[in-house]
T-cell receptor, first 112, second 111 residues
Framework: QKEVEQNSGPLSVPEGAIASLNCTYS??????FFWYRQYSGKSPELIMS??SNGDKEDGRFTAQLNKASQYVSLLIRDSQPSDSATYLCAVIGQGSNYQLIWGAGTKLIIKP | DAGVTQSPTHLIKTRGQQVTLRCSPISGHKSVSWYQQVLGQGPQFIFQYYEKEERGRGNFPDRFSARQFPNYSSELNVNALLLGDSALYLC??????????FGEGSWLTVV
């Protein structure tokens, strides 16, 4: 059973601080990794994708991938109240034809 | 260009009824996938279609079925609805590469 694990939270972070979200996955052959943001009552919105080991930065967001340890993380710098949402980690396993395996999500709360 | 469009956005059905959900992918995208998201959980993969052929099926009962049309739009059908089928149903489209785009979803409530 291929699994993606996330801490459900809630994770509470002061405004302006760095929020750190983590995700582990079980399929060592996984190739593609995604972070989605989901506001209450809305569909998931793609924030970051990462495919190779290391860091990938996009504005205030940085995704980090470590395939040897089978974890992927998302850092949000200068956190804003509008970043309050559930963050979902999703993985495409080896040979799975774009089928996403999802974590249950971490609820992030940014306190003003 | 329009994104992934789904209809209806919200619907209420009674236990035992049948429902059809519709999805139009982004223009040029030939792959459509369906996911079910129960409140408080991550989405679960239901089906994937590519060029009108089923490419994958998740762990869902035979009450769930889907198809893809020549214009690459898709329908998800659920028969004999149960209370537990209440969820957000997400359609995703993709082209070459791994970027997957989601529609706004269809909220199904079974009473």
């Amino acid at each position: 059973q291929k699994e993606v694990e996330q801490n459900s939270g809630p994770l509470s972070v002061p405004e302006g601080a760095i929020a750190s979200l983590n995700c582990t996955y079980s399929d060592r052959g996984s190739q593609s990794f995604f972070w989605y943001r989901q506001y209450s009552g809305k569909s998931p919105e793609l924030i970051m994708s990462i495919y190779s080991n290391g860091d990938k930065e996009d504005g205030r967001f940085t995704a980090q991938l470590n395939k040897a340890s089978q974890y992927v993380s998302l850092l949000i710098r200068d956190s804003q109240p509008s970043d309050s949402a559930t963050y979902l980690c999703a993985v495409i396993g080896q040979g799975s034809n774009y089928q996403l395996i999802w974590g249950a999500g971490t609820k992030l709360i940014i306190k003003p | 260009d329009a994104g992934v469009t789904q209809s209806p956005t919200h619907l209420i059905k009674t236990r035992g009824q049948q429902v059809t959900l519709r999805c139009s992918p982004i223009s040029g995208h030939k792959s459509v996938s369906w996911y079910q998201q129960v409140l408080g959980q991550g989405p679960q993969f239901i089906f994937q279609y590519y060029e009108k052929e089923e490419r994958g099926r998740g762990n869902f009962p035979d009450r769930f079925s889907a198809r893809q049309f020549p214009n690459y739009s898709s329908e998800l059908n659920v028969n004999a609805l149960l209370l537990g089928d209440s969820a957000l149903y997400l359609c995703a489209s993709s082209s070459t590469g791994n970027t997957i785009y989601f529609g706004e979803g269809s909220w199904l409530t079974v009473v």
